[in-house]
């Protein structure tokens, strides 16, 4: 009995010891290896979203930051200095200027009607200050045309700038300030035409003026000759008619 028990435990223990590497085995899932691949597929497709999210938004800031760059080229004080030049022109104006009072007093002095009770002397004066007056006008609209021209080249060359820069500009911010320089410069070439023709206009209507002021005081100096004189106006014949 003994030894039947002795080998019984014997058989157990190698049934025992057979059975334990084959519970120990790695079982193969096909099914379970499927879905880990596809979870790894759907996660790599993630972080490649996320890659070009990214790289996204870097162009993005890159982009960003272009459009706030500042503009490298200024043409203000050349601009602001061709406006000086012809200000100061315009400031130099002689005699009758570009004033209201100067030049209603101006007329009420020189320009009206010739007074009856004025010296011939005074008349003289008087038609002197108009010539004057209307050369200096000539020659101030002569020095006006002369720096509108002046200030030719220098627009020209910062045109020329401007455009370049506006086309080679790296964003909106480049851009823009270059066309408010363009505009700027625009604004500056205004500003000279009209200097321009409110010159020729003071010169022009200051030598209408005088014309119309000499008429009348002819006027009067004949009536003077003609009451003065003893000269009384009679019908002449000429070339023996």
Same mark, same amino acid.
């Given at each position: 009995?003994?030894?039947?028990?002795?080998?019984?435990?014997?058989?157990?223990?190698?049934? @025992?010891?057979? %059975?334990?590497?084959?519970? !120990? %085995? $790695?079982?193969?899932?096909?099914?379970?290896?499927?879905?880990?691949?596809? /979870?790894?597929?759907?996660?790599?497709?993630?972080?490649?979203?996320?890659?070009?999210? %990214?790289?996204?938004?870097? +162009?993005?800031?890159?982009?960003?930051?272009?459009?706030? /760059?500042?503009?490298?080229?200024?043409?203000?004080?050349?601009? +602001?200095?061709?406006?000086?030049? $012809? *200000?100061?022109?315009?400031?130099?104006? /002689?005699?009758?200027?570009?004033?209201?009072?100067?030049?209603?007093?101006?007329?009420?002095?020189?320009?009206?009607?010739?007074?009856?009770?004025?010296?011939?002397? &005074?008349?003289?004066? $008087? &038609?002197?200050?108009?010539?004057?007056?209307?050369?200096?006008?000539?020659?101030?609209?002569?020095?006006? +045309?002369? @720096?509108?021209?002046?200030?030719?080249?220098?627009?020209?060359? !910062?045109?020329?700038?401007?455009?370049?820069?506006?086309?080679? !500009?790296?964003?909106?911010?480049?851009? =823009?300030?270059?066309?408010?320089?363009?505009? &700027?410069?625009?604004?500056?070439?205004?500003?000279?035409?009209?200097?321009?023709?409110?010159? +020729?206009?003071?010169?022009? &209507?200051?030598? *209408? =003026?005088?014309?119309?002021?000499?008429?009348?005081?002819?006027?009067? *100096?004949?009536?003077?000759?003609? $009451?003065?004189?003893?000269?009384?106006?009679?019908?002449?014949?000429?070339?023996?008619?």
């Amino acid at each position: 009995m003994t030894a039947r028990r002795s080998l019984l435990s014997a058989l157990v223990l190698a049934a @025992g010891l057979s %059975l334990s590497p084959a519970r !120990a %085995l $790695t079982v193969f899932d096909p099914s379970n290896y499927v879905q880990n691949v596809i /979870q790894a597929a759907r996660a790599l497709e993630q972080i490649n979203n996320q890659i070009s999210s %990214l790289a996204n938004e870097a +162009q993005m800031l890159v982009n960003q930051a272009r459009n706030l /760059q500042s503009l490298p080229l200024s043409t203000l004080s050349q601009i +602001q200095s061709s406006v000086q030049r $012809t *200000q100061s022109l315009i400031a130099q104006a /002689q005699n009758i200027a570009y004033d209201v009072q100067r030049i209603e007093a101006a007329y009420a002095a020189d320009y009206g009607a010739a007074s009856a009770s004025a010296s011939d002397a &005074a008349l003289v004066a $008087t &038609a002197r200050t108009r010539w004057q007056n209307s050369v200096g006008a000539f020659e101030d609209s002569l020095k006006t +045309q002369a @720096g509108v021209v002046g200030n030719i080249p220098s627009t020209s060359a !910062a045109m020329a700038s401007l455009v370049e820069a506006s086309q080679s !500009a790296s964003g909106a911010l480049q851009a =823009a300030q270059a066309g408010n320089q363009l505009l &700027a410069l625009q604004s500056q070439q205004l500003s000279d035409v009209t200097a321009l023709l409110a010159a +020729q206009a003071r010169a022009d &209507a200051l030598e *209408q =003026a005088r014309n119309a002021a000499t008429e009348a005081q002819g006027r009067e *100096q004949y009536r003077r000759f003609s $009451t003065h004189s003893g000269y009384t106006p009679h019908d002449v014949t000429m070339f023996g008619e």
